[in-house]
């Protein structure tokens, strides 16, 4: 093993990059035995660079602790601030389309959900050119960059006149947004270990899950300014959002740090200022990370290769995961959109439809939240999603059987509400497959690859609640049953062929012990396991 006083940088753009090419190279015994050591006294040892020195960090539980929660409460906010408005941007046109919004521009049901529709096709174009950007100057610079134009796009929406103005607005929205999700959790999972990182993906997406419910609240409040300034209720909608979504982009540029060393920059790093994080507090947030997962080290000189993007598409793990994307969140996709018109349906005024729309939003990102601490402490990824899927096809069967008529409208609302708080589960699933990945390239490809199948997936899910099914939506319901069965089956497919290659996995370690490295999961009893299930 190389000496430590041989050691060169290998670069300042990460939160590990002072971690030093001599520990990146390490093979996981030395690791073990040199780095993961720990004294008598508890005390957790590990090397990282800093200033072009080797340094050796010595920290305690506590002050892992202490760190830890500074992040949770300055970054993780943050990010989940930004994840709210996006998802807000994308969804109140819910709350627009109860309004004059058809009437105003001389639109039908069906250009609207082509307009919505294009959004989500927006984002599937650019979601990996996007990610290559994040990575060339970095996240402080470019995902604040993209918060303040998708708002300045969310505003011009109000100046929309017909179908053509529409479909633009919703397209260059959509390319706007290109790659936040996924640059997002890539750039989550460079600030906290595995073990953290399923609760607090699931933190991520706990704005946009409730994001519903908000959107909700600000429609029923835009569309009692009707008239006011001549602008119509639909317009203040889109103002409104456009412009919080820009003083959040604002927000963004000022306190994202570029690394846990850079938390005393603000501005991109312009303006120098006391960091959140002192350099001894950085030191330990560095060292507690590598000593998790020595492969982040190789996050500050991120070069992803043709092979890399090989091994994440052609590999049979990847695709039950897309499988379970493209069925599960668009058996429910369409409600994101429709869901206060289906409400208002029932005989319920505009504003009351919006406000009705709101509990179920919140109802999951509790049960989610919930699900997520026992996923964090059991680390069954499966059986929780499982759990989720038929609640949510329970919900929609009855939906299906359920009449949209005045006297049967309270049973059907309540079915409604019901299958929205089935526990939100995306963030599970896309977390689930990154641990499943052993290095930084290939988890930030597979995490670009799933946002962009679900973007995708977004094309169609609107599309099943048609103006000419409209307001029983006989055939909506039956075309989202459909996918929450094929949902459903993957799932129960996927968690078995999980635990059946780790038992394989087993049984070639006991006959080639140099296996035993490739495990990604050792549970509370020293079990390694090839893959979480």
């Not at 969310?154 to 607005?169: D, H, I, P, R, T």
Request: glycine share 10%; charged share 15%; hydrophobic share 45%.
């Amino acid at each position: 093993m190389a000496s430590h006083h041989d050691v060169k940088p290998i670069g300042t753009d990460g939160p590990a990059a002072v971690v030093t090419a001599d520990v990146a190279s390490r093979t996981d015994s030395d690791t073990e035995k040199h780095d993961i050591e720990t004294t008598d006294d508890g005390r957790f040892h590990q090397y990282i660079e800093r200033d072009g020195k080797q340094v050796l960090i010595s920290w305690t539980k506590a002050e892992e602790a202490r760190v830890v929660r500074k992040a949770d409460f300055i970054l993780l906010p943050l990010f989940t601030l930004m994840f709210t408005w996006m998802a807000i941007d994308r969804t109140n046109v819910s709350g627009v389309l109860t309004s004059t919004f058809l009437k105003d521009t001389h639109m039908t049901r069906d250009q609207a959900n082509t307009g919505v529709s294009l959004l989500w096709f927006g984002i599937v174009l650019l979601e990996i050119p996007s990610n290559v950007v994040l990575h060339r100057i970095g996240a402080h610079y470019w995902i604040p960059a993209q918060v303040v134009i998708w708002g300045l796009i969310e505003v011009l929406q109000c100046f929309v006149k017909g179908s053509g103005g529409w479909y633009a607005a919703r397209l260059f929205l959509g390319l706007a947004e290109s790659g936040f999700i996924p640059g997002g959790l890539y750039t989550l999972s460079q600030w906290y270990t595995q073990d953290e990182l399923a609760k607090r993906t699931v933190i991520f997406f706990f704005g946009p899950s409730i994001s519903g419910s908000f959107g909700s609240l600000i429609s029923a409040g835009a569309l009692r300014l009707e008239g006011k300034q001549g602008l119509k209720g639909w317009q203040w909608i889109f103002i409104i959002c456009g412009l919080s979504t820009i003083a959040v982009g604002v927000l963004a540029f000022i306190f994202l740090p570029k690394s846990p060393h850079r938390t005393n920059r603000l501005c991109g790093g312009l303006i120098p200022t006391r960091g959140w994080l002192s350099e001894r507090e950085a030191d330990v947030f560095v060292a507690r990370i590598l000593r998790r997962d020595p492969k982040k080290s190789q996050a500050s000189t991120m070069h992803i290769t043709l092979q890399d993007i090989k091994d994440v598409l052609f590999t049979w793990k990847t695709w039950p995961y897309l499988i379970v994307c493209l069925s599960g969140l668009q058996c429910v996709g369409g409600l994101a959109t429709w869901g206060a018109t289906i409400i208002q349906s029932l005989g319920f005024s505009r504003i009351r439809a919006n406000l009705l729309n709101v509990p179920g939003p919140i109802l999951a990102s509790f049960t989610g939240l919930a699900l997520s601490y026992l996923v964090d402490r059991h680390k069954r990824f499966g059986y929780a999603i499982i759990f989720t899927a038929v609640w949510t096809l329970a919900g929609l069967i009855a939906l299906y059987r359920l009449p949209v008529i005045s006297k049967g409208s309270w049973s059907f609302y309540a079915a409604y509400i019901v299958t929205q708080a089935a526990p939100s589960w995306q963030p599970l699933n896309v977390t689930w497959l990154a641990l499943n990945f052993d290095t930084p390239q290939r988890r930030a490809i597979a995490y670009a690859v799933y946002i962009g199948c679900s973007n995708l997936g977004g094309t169609y899910g609107n599309q099943v609640f048609r103006g000419s099914d409209a307001p029983l939506y006989r055939k909506a319901w039956a075309a989202c049953i459909s996918l929450g069965a094929v949902w459903l089956g993957v799932l129960i497919l996927q968690t078995g062929a999980f635990k059946w290659k780790n038992r394989r996995f087993n049984q070639r370690v006991q006959e080639q012990p140099e296996l035993e490295s490739k495990a990604l999961f050792t549970d509370g009893r020293g079990r390694k396991y090839r893959y979480y299930w």
